[in-house]
């Protein structure tokens, strides 16, 4: 036994995390970022590496970055002024002309696919350089959103030789009289990646790895880290075990699982950061009957808000919050995080399991229904769990639920073919309360481009009216002011039922400082030095 | 022939005479099998009724009292399931899945076999031809592509296990029936008149199908653990009924955290049964070999 214990000391001291070097920074993303051009890709991983080396005119948090601040002079016009001294990696200054150029990369077709950013520049129609540090957006229609949608638009240089000296035209199509534009490849082999962030590219692989370097003429605060490396690790163990090993000085995600072994451990650390991600049941409440829910009399159960107002009651948020998360959730009160800027002020969601089973009862269903609950096993941070939990609650109060976990891609394909009446889902959306559910919750308008994810067949005109307004509303304490009736009228109708609020969290060494992000990136600038 | 015939048990028990390995591993198959059948009035819980599952309850040690006063000895998993309870469960899934998987498809695999056998033509050439194409495939990787096709429950994993299963009997048995062909009987049975399919079902299967009983436990054993495998993976049985494997993957994620009976204890319990299975088939095929029968 002894000398079991002094070998296990020996390898604990030869596995010692070897310090590659104290400037560089070793992280380990949980999904590959797909590519460095900012344009064609959505998503967390392809935004946390993207945003080292392009900024926007608007921070993630709507605050100004490369703006100094805007102004509409009439409901379709906006004018932008810009910071003045802000260099790219190349030396260039950054003036409208870059802003333009960019605005056209955005509309250009990557590949020949529409960019998925695109559509953030609704009705765009001209973007104009006005002088060197004012630019000027026209939309077709009134387009306040834009403010908010300019932290899509990342700022890449007109330096390029490939760009005509003189002003650009800007177009829908984004042709923009330039000749031919960087390409994807070119970005991910570094000649393009040219932007003003606080760090400069050196090398990225489609395997998820990239590898920074610090940009001394960066116009904000100064990274701590000369070098940067990133790496792609798809499974948690692997993950967390490389940071045990020492390959790695930060991680993401790690599971909730794992946060007692890192408590245990005073290496390491962890920061968890209430996130923007909202995990929530939706429900098809169309009155004709949803797919996969049955009642003895073949009514439509869903369609009854009693009967949604009863499931909502049956769900015992907070026990999920702490037995499932160890408290790394918050408990929802509303369908987008409370604690986001727009939120509205709402009561606190009951649970009260009687009084469940006393509404179901008024509703005609004293011995409850038949649901099928589909959920995806491997999306959310204990999706699986979370969904055996609600269906716990729900079978408490006498609904016959029928769960089914499944692997995203197939989830996701029949979530699109509305073959599901009760679904698990969640939704980190970067714009905002008002942007979440007027997606998820109104009736379909191609036009305006709202309710495109109304899967619960939702259509209420009080609810619709709201939204409306504030599409179009400029002034900022009214656009509040119909969000929050928006709000109040999907929770009393309850389409869906809001569960809780994802956190993020990140692992780490423990003599790192790490602030931690709501929108669920990772960025070398959160991290520093003790 | 002077000598009475030993009765079936007869035969069966001197088998394992003088082999005290099989003998246990003949009494672990009866407990196990025991267990499954009756774990409904056993098991302290029905873990897959969920009003009795309270995810306050979860991820209790070994030997705390749940809500419903119940004692866990094995404790809980992270939704309040007691471990024994699921084990006792798991168990009644596993063996389930494994033996109608098994059964089955050796069943249409001796019929396939056998035809090739008799019919012999194109009807041999489609058959064996299908064989070497299901043979050249890992088993695992096309039991994965179709429960990604089919999606996942039980009645689809026993499907991609009988999937997985005939095709190394139908080549076992038409090896033996073509031998059996060429005898004298076969062509008396013939001459007599009798049908195709009656000289396959009362000559040909008796006296082919041996070698199939033989290795029958094997293929349970290895069915097993590919239903575990495929419940580990996550697409096997329902993650509110889990078998075996989908409890040790549900244990997996907390064994850092030191809740090392969420996993430990069904791991434990199949692999004891995997063994159990796997030393009776051993020295049922030794048994069967007949260069090894003079040393019984």
């Known amino acids: ?530 | 022939m002077n000598k009475p015939e030993p009765t079936a048990l007869q035969r069966f028990a001197k088998i394992f005479r003088g082999h005290p390995m099989a003998i246990a591993g003949l009494f672990g198959i009866t407990f196990f099998i025991l267990v499954a059948i009756f774990a409904p009035w056993i098991a302290p819980q029905n873990p897959y009724d969920q009003m009795q599952l309270d995810i306050l309850d979860g991820l209790l040690p070994p030997g705390s009292t749940l809500g419903t006063g119940i004692v866990s000895i094995l404790g809980t998993d992270a939704l309040g399931r007691d471990i024994l309870s699921a084990v006792m469960y798991g168990l009644r899934i596993s063996l389930f899945v494994a033996f109608v998987a098994v059964l089955v498809g050796s069943g249409i695999g001796v019929i396939l076999g056998l035809l090739a056998a008799q019919k012999r033509g194109w009807v041999e050439t489609v058959i064996m031809r299908a064989v070497d194409l299901k043979i050249s495939f890992p088993g695992i990787l096309l039991a994965l592509m179709l429960l990604a096709m089919f999606g996942t429950g039980v009645d689809k994993v026993i499907f991609a296990l009988i999937i997985g299963a005939w095709a190394s009997k139908a080549r076992l048995v038409r090896a033996v029936a073509l031998s059996e062909m060429k005898k004298e009987y076969i062509d008396a049975a013939r001459l007599a008149g009798l049908s195709d399919w009656r000289i396959m079902t009362r000559f040909l299967l008796p006296n082919s199908i041996s070698p199939v009983l033989v290795v029958l436990p094997m293929s349970i054993s290895g069915a097993i653990g590919a239903e575990a495998t495929l419940s580990f993976l996550g697409v096997g049985v329902p993650i509110t009924e889990p078998s075996l494997g989908l409890l040790i993957a549900n244990g997996n994620d907390y064994l850092l955290s030191g809740k090392w009976w969420i996993s430990i204890f069904p791991g434990l319990v199949l692999v004891l049964m995997v063994l159990c299975i796997n030393v009776v088939a051993d020295r049922l095929r030794d048994h069967a070999n007949p260069y090894l029968r003079g040393k019984d």
């Open chain 1, 1 to 530: 036994m002894k000398t079991t214990l002094s070998l296990l000391a020996l390898a604990a001291t030869v596995a010692l995390p070897s310090v590659a070097s104290a400037d560089t920074l070793r992280m380990a993303f949980s999904s590959a970022p797909r590519s460095i051009d900012p344009y064609p890709f959505g998503g967390a991983p392809t935004a946390s590496l993207k945003e080292h080396v392009f900024e926007a005119l608007v921070a993630a948090d709507d605050s100004p970055l490369l703006a100094e601040g805007w102004k509409w002079t009439s409901p379709t016009t906006l004018e932008v002024k810009l910071r003045d001294g802000i260099k790219f990696h190349n030396g260039a200054d950054l003036t409208a002309r870059d802003v333009v150029y960019s605005a056209c990369r955005m509309a250009y077709k990557v590949d020949g696919k529409r960019n998925l950013l695109t559509s953030s520049m609704g009705p765009i129609a001209d973007v104009v350089a006005v002088d060197d540090l004012t630019v000027r957006f026209e939309t077709k229609a009134p387009y306040p959103l834009w403010v908010q949608k300019m932290k899509f638009l990342s700022i890449l240089t007109a330096s390029d030789a490939d760009v005509p000296a003189g002003p650009i035209k800007f177009d829908a199509e984004g042709d923009c009289g330039i000749a031919a534009y960087p390409t994807r490849s070119d970005f991910e082999k570094g000649d393009a990646a040219i932007g003003t962030g606080p760090f400069t590219m050196v090398s990225f692989d489609k395997s998820g790895e990239a590898e920074l370097a610090r940009f001394d003429g960066y116009w904000g605060e100064k990274s701590d880290w000369e070098k940067v490396e990133v790496r792609t690790i798809g499974n948690a163990g692997a993950r967390l075990a490389g940071l045990f090993a020492g390959d790695f000085d930060l991680i993401e995600n790690p599971t909730t699982e794992d946060l007692a072994a890192l408590e245990a451990n005073d290496d390491y650390a962890f920061t968890s950061m209430p996130s923007w991600r909202s995990i929530f049941l939706v429900m098809d409440v169309n009155p004709e009957g949803a797919k996969g829910v049955t009642a003895e009399d073949g009514s439509a159960p869903l369609a009854n808000p009693l009967v949604r107002q009863a499931m909502s009651l049956a769900i015992n948020r907070q026990a999920i919050a702490d037995r499932l998360f160890g408290g790394n959730a918050t408990v929802a009160n509303q369908f987008s995080p409370s604690y986001r800027a727009g939120a509205p002020e709402m009561p606190a969601l009951e649970y009260d399991p009687v009084k469940a089973k006393e509404l179901l009862a008024e509703a005609g269903y004293p011995n409850g229904f038949s649901v099928d609950f589909a959920a995806p096993a491997d999306r959310y941070a204990n999706g699986a769990r979370v969904a055996q939990a609600v269906t716990q609650y729900l079978s408490r109060v006498g609904i016959q639920v029928n769960l089914k976990t499944q692997p995203w891609s197939v989830f996701a394909g029949q979530r699109k073919e509305r073959e599901l009446g009760l679904f698990l889902y969640g939704w980190g959306h970067p714009q905002g309360p008002a942007q979440m559910i007027s997606f998820a919750f109104a009736s379909r308008d191609k036009a305006l481009g709202l309710g495109s994810s109304n899967y619960s067949n939702y259509a209420s005109p009080e609810f619709d009216a709201a939204i409306k307004a504030w599409a179009v509303e400029t002034d900022q304490a009214k656009a509040d002011g119909y969000v929050a009736d928006a709000m109040k009228a999907v929770m009393t109708d309850l389409p869906g039922i809001p569960l809780y609020y994802q956190h993020s969290i990140w692992a780490h060494r423990s003599d790192l400082e790490v602030k931690g992000r709501q929108d669920e990136r990772t960025n070398a600038a959160m991290v520093s030095k003790k």
